[in-house]
């Protein structure tokens, strides 16, 4: 049993210009991601930044085993689309466009930039009115959690440059996942997994533990209901917004599963599961135990070692555990028994514990996921607010009951709401979080020189080393990527160049740095790996 696969998170930030409280979000968004363009690409003397390959995008078929139809599909769900969004759609969207791009008060001209491939080989880009950082594909919960946080750090740089460029408004971002007034943006995670394994297995041995999840790494939210009108505080900013058990849909109907079937990789080899139902996180423990208990989770699955769990009512359950700051409240399942969301995050524990030293001595990064996630469900079982260093929702509850004591405040009251929102500010001089971190109040795992180092960086030991490397060495020939491929514009040459790089293990440092460091040129560049065998990219 490991922990270890490919896998990446995708993050929503919640905007606001606070002098412009009806600017329309998406021309806001673009700010966001042309900025940033311009603080990469200042050195060019213009603006640009490597399009998005929509080519193999296919957002609307379903792992059960169909394709929905575009004549029938929400339009949230058409994802394949959109690299430049051009004057008439601005116009529409209620903004303007400078020369340069970014939306002003000036006469409308030209498109404006809406993706853009990282050197670290990320992708940041505008999706559902928001700035979204979908990180590079990584081996292991710790590098998750670095190149999570390389995502705050870029669109940090980003608001930024907004705030110094004439003409603009300040920008404020937020790493959370409602506005309180019936809106939800999302944090996603992605995990590659075997494309033998039957769907239904999957989402039998996952609905009990996404349920249960949100106890170790919920993001906690004041207000109760999609709107938050009802009073109190909830474990999960999301809780509330999921209506159904299984789908296609992300933000509409939104299930527990998504069946979302683009594997981004070798499709007859790989599933790629991509999960919609998690929380922001800015707690480094709570990014860590997210995705390394659902990675362990799926090993389970994938050997037919899942714990039997089946909830009568799942979004219900869902909804129950996050009202309850507790822990007490208990679900109903079909056999008969009522538990707690511990009692559930205990059982699919006990089940990975036992599994993992069956083949022997488990890797390093298995043994210390096990580990703390057996150690936080102790702390949790024992008094939940022990928990403040490590879990994001107990954290921010234990700075609001400071509040609510010292100034005697009901949970109605708007003060609350906003020292929620101020958690999640990415401003490190204004965020919550970042404040109670430099006290050394919440623990960290990774440090500043690495997350530094990851925005412009990519891993070393997938595919996304190959893509970001394409970025930062031939920028001005990559006039198109994807997760799975990289298109070059060659001097001299009629057609394009694209270079599949299907297998998410290939393209490493180790098959391809070789041939970065001894190319002169992106034509050299191309002429030896082509002539490589085997390429060390998509076979």
């Known amino acids: 049993m490991t922990v270890r696969r490919v896998m990446g998170t995708e993050t929503e930030y919640g905007i606001l210009a606070p002098a412009l409280p009806g600017a329309n979000s998406t021309v806001l968004s673009t700010q966001i991601i042309n900025s940033y363009a311009s603080l990469r690409n200042a050195s060019e003397g ?101 190149w999570d946080k390389a995502g705050d750090a870029v669109v940090l740089a980003a608001l930024r440059k907004v705030a110094r460029t004439p003409g603009l408004a300040a920008i404020n971002l937020y790493k959370n996942n409602t506005d ?110 997210k995705l390394g208990t659902a990675s362990l989770v799926l090993d389970l699955i994938e050997h037919g070692a899942a714990p039997v769990l089946e909830l009568v009512q799942p979004v219900q359950a869902l909804q129950a555990i996050s009202h309850d700051p507790s822990l007490r409240r208990t679900v109903q399942l079909k056999d008969g028994r009522s538990l707690t969301g511990l009692e559930l995050q205990r059982i699919y524990y006990d089940a ?7 083949d022997g001595e488990p890797d390093a990064d298995t043994v210390e996921i096990l580990a703390r996630w057996g150690g936080l469900l102790d702390v949790l079982e024992d008094d939940p607010m022990k928990a403040a260093a490590q879990v994001d929702w107990v954290a921010k509850l234990k700075l609001l009951e400071s509040y609510r004591q010292r100034d005697s405040l009901e949970w109605n009251d708007a003060r609350l709401g906003l020292i929620d929102l101020q958690y999640a500010d990415v401003r490190p001089e204004k965020g919550l979080y970042h404040r109670l971190a430099a006290r050394g109040q ?31 060495h031939f920028g001005r020939e990559v006039v198109g990527a994807s997760w799975d491929s990289v298109i070059f514009e060659l001097p001299n040459h009629r057609r394009l160049q694209r270079i599949p790089t ?11 740095g070789r041939l970065f460091d001894t190319s002169a ?10 002539g490589t065998e085997p390429w060390g990219v998509a076979r």
């Open 442 to 472: 919440m623990e960290r795992l990774v440090t500043d020189e690495q997350i530094a180092a990851a925005v412009s960086e990519p891993p070393h030991d997938t595919r996304a080393y190959f893509r970001g490397k394409c970025i930062d």
């Open 46 to 146: 213009r603006l640009s930044g490597t399009r998005w390959d929509y080519s193999d995008e296919a957002p609307l078929t379903d792992a059960r085993g169909w394709e929905l139809s575009r004549e029938d599909a929400d339009p949230s769900q058409l994802t394949d689309g959109g690299d430049v969004l051009g004057a008439e759609g601005v116009a529409l969207a209620g903004g303007r466009l400078s020369e340069n791009g970014l939306y002003t008060d000036g006469p409308l001209s030209t498109g404006v930039l809406m993706n853009m491939v990282l050197s670290n080989g990320a992708r940041l880009y505008v999706d559902h009115a928001h700035p979204e950082y979908s990180s590079p594909e990584v081996t292991n919960p710790k590098d998750a959690v670095i």
């Open 521 to 530: 040129t992106a034509e050299e560049f191309i002429d030896q790996l082509l």
């Open 352 to 358: 990975a514990e036992k599994h993992c030293w069956r």
């Open 180 to 289: 309180n007034k019936s809106v939800s943006y999302g944090s996603h995670e992605n995990y590659l997994m075997p494309r033998e394994v039957p769907f239904n297995r999957i989402t039998a041995g996952l609905i009990p533990f996404f349920v249960s999840r949100q106890v170790i790494c919920g993001a906690g939210r004041v207000g109760r209901g999609q709107d938050g009108s009802k009073p109190g505080f909830q474990i999960s900013q999301r809780a509330d917004f999921f209506e159904a058990e299984v789908g296609l849909e992300t933000t509409i109907r939104r299930p527990i599963i998504n069946t979302r079937d683009e594997p981004h990789a070798t499709a007859d080899k790989y599933r790629r599961l991509h999960v919609i139902i998690g929380d922001a996180n800015l707690s480094e423990v709570s990014t860590y135990l």
């Open 502 to 512: 299907r297998e998410p293990l290939r393209g490493t440092r180790e098959l391809t």
